[in-house]
């Protein structure tokens, strides 16, 4: 069970939540008065909201205690499932063929760069793509956009919608003639209502919206791919105690590792950039640290080579490393083209 599911006032929750308790394990080995300290309550309220807790631990807890563990999986039926599962195309052939065919469900994949690089531009194509008919080589899906910047911007959505429709049009001569007419409804306004969008404007929204998602996406069940547009936002302010953001960005990211692999979904953060110090001088690096690195399946980085936009695959556990050109038109992510080119910013 979840801390804000706990009968206890919003206050409280709040107050739980902001100190990086979020589920009743986290509560479970606390005395009163480090809770206290810690939430800047009496020791009383402290002792009323463990023994809340306590008691909600064991209603949650199946059977009388006794956990139940789910039989193995083989690992071939691993592998079966992971070819049963189609990729995401980013709509840049060089692209997909690095990430090993588009993006991939069941895993969390970071995506970082600098700012006018296309991390917006990227995760609006994927929150497009997603919806793309499985007749298309599509998912036919969903898509959850969360964004903590404000930088969402409907009109855009709507202009990579209507070029991905064009996109499967000029496809049609090379599909069955039989489904081409029921396919060739589709319209961009049904890819716009295809796109759950939520807006966060702090860090404790963040954590609660990361605990809310599992039981919104058990209700929206064709949702396969969750976009955070950024991760990084709301945690590069305002934090003092490296130790509680660390804490708390742990909690994140193993909610949205057992997300993708109970849902068979995608998970996609976007990561902004930092400055480190490295061997000497400056250099940049992609923000949260070392640690949060980690907390991915895979992880792309978007850089400048000259004039050109490029994906590099930094880590992965089943991809090798890779770069590929890019670019953004007006129609959303496609093949590097000469006249879309900018100044180098990395």
Same mark, same amino acid.
């Given at each position: ?197 939520? &807006? #966060?404007?702090? =860090? ?7 605990? $809310?998602? !599992? +039981?919104?996406? %058990? ?79 895979? &992880? #792309?980085?978007? =850089? ?7 994906? $590099?695959? !930094? +880590?992965?556990? %089943? ?28």
């Amino acid at each position: 069970m979840e801390v804000g599911r706990l009968p206890i006032s919003a206050s409280q929750r709040g107050k739980l939540i902001s100190a990086g308790y979020t589920t009743l394990s986290s509560l479970s080995s606390l005395s009163p008065s480090d809770l206290a300290l810690d939430l800047r309550i009496s020791e009383n309220e402290a002792a009323e909201i463990l023994k809340v807790a306590s008691l909600g631990s064991r209603l949650d807890e199946p059977e009388g205690g006794r956990a139940i563990v789910n039989g193995a999986q083989t690992a071939w039926d691993m592998l079966h499932e992971d070819e049963m599962f189609p990729r995401i195309t980013t709509s840049c052939l060089d692209l997909d063929n690095v990430l090993g065919g588009g993006i991939n469900c069941k895993e969390v994949t970071e995506i970082g760069g600098v700012p006018g690089i296309g991390k917006t531009q990227l995760g609006i194509q994927l929150a497009v793509n997603v919806q793309i008919p499985v007749d298309y080589g599509g998912l036919g899906a969903k898509a959850i956009y969360i964004d903590t910047e404000g930088s969402f911007m409907v009109e855009r959505v709507l202009q990579i919608a209507e070029a991905c429709i064009e996109d499967m049009t000029e496809c049609n001569g090379l599909l069955r003639k039989d489904f081409q007419a029921g396919q060739l409804k589709m319209h961009p306004n049904n890819i716009l209502e295809n796109i759950f969008y939520f &807006r #966060v404007c702090s =860090y404790t929204e963040q954590i609660a919206l990361t605990n $809310y998602l !599992d +039981k919104f996406i %058990s209700e929206h069940k064709d949702v396969k791919v969750v976009i955070v547009d950024s991760v990084t936002f709301h945690f590069r302010q305002d934090f003092d105690d490296m130790a509680l953001r660390t804490r708390l960005l742990s909690g994140i990211a193993l909610k949205l590792m057992k997300l993708a692999k109970e849902h068979g979904l995608a998970v996609v953060l976007l990561n902004q950039v930092t400055t480190k110090y490295i061997e000497g001088s400056f250099q940049l690096t992609l923000a949260l640290g070392d640690s949060w690195s980690h907390s991915c399946t895979n &992880r #792309v980085i978007l =850089y400048w080579n000259g004039n050109e936009r490029y994906a $590099y695959i !930094d +880590k992965s556990p %089943s991809l090798r490393s890779a770069s590929a050109p890019y670019s953004v038109t007006s129609k959303g992510i496609r093949n590097s083209a000469s006249n879309c080119k900018r100044i180098r910013m990395m």
